[in-house]
């Protein structure tokens, strides 16, 4: 029988070193509630959305275990919005598009010098 070895960054050791009860706690639900975060997904009772967690591991990199030290969540709740995102990538590239659009936007109408001189 072979084991799986999986690597683990410095912050699975610092949410041990917690005393957290990272693994067995309960798996987060996804909730959308008008009003909070403009309606997006989000982990129920937090005020981060799954666009977010997923953006973090994805295109940041970060490890799931510092994703859940760095916000204060349990691995549960990470892997529960990572499983809505790769659920849902529709969704997610809407958001990811619209805030390309925002940024942008402000890029365009910014007033501030586009270069800065020494």
Not at 34 to 63: D, P
Not at 79 to 106: F, G, P, T
Request: charged share 35%; hydrophobic share 35%; aromatic share 6%.
């Amino acid at each position: 029988m072979k084991t799986l070895i999986l690597p683990v960054d410095e912050s699975a050791n610092k949410l041990k070193q917690k005393g957290r009860d990272t693994v067995l706690k309960k798996m987060a639900e996804i909730v959308k509630t008008e009003g909070v975060l403009s309606g997006k997904a989000r982990i129920e009772g937090k005020r981060i959305s799954v666009y977010q967690i997923g953006e973090m591991v994805l295109e940041a990199g970060f490890s799931p275990e510092r994703v859940a030290d760095q916000l204060d969540l349990s691995l549960g709740e990470v892997y529960s919005a990572l499983a809505y995102y790769y659920e849902h990538l529709d969704e997610m590239e809407e958001i990811r598009k619209r805030w390309a659009k925002i940024e942008e936007d402000l890029k365009r109408d910014s007033k501030a010098p586009r270069k800065v001189e020494h």
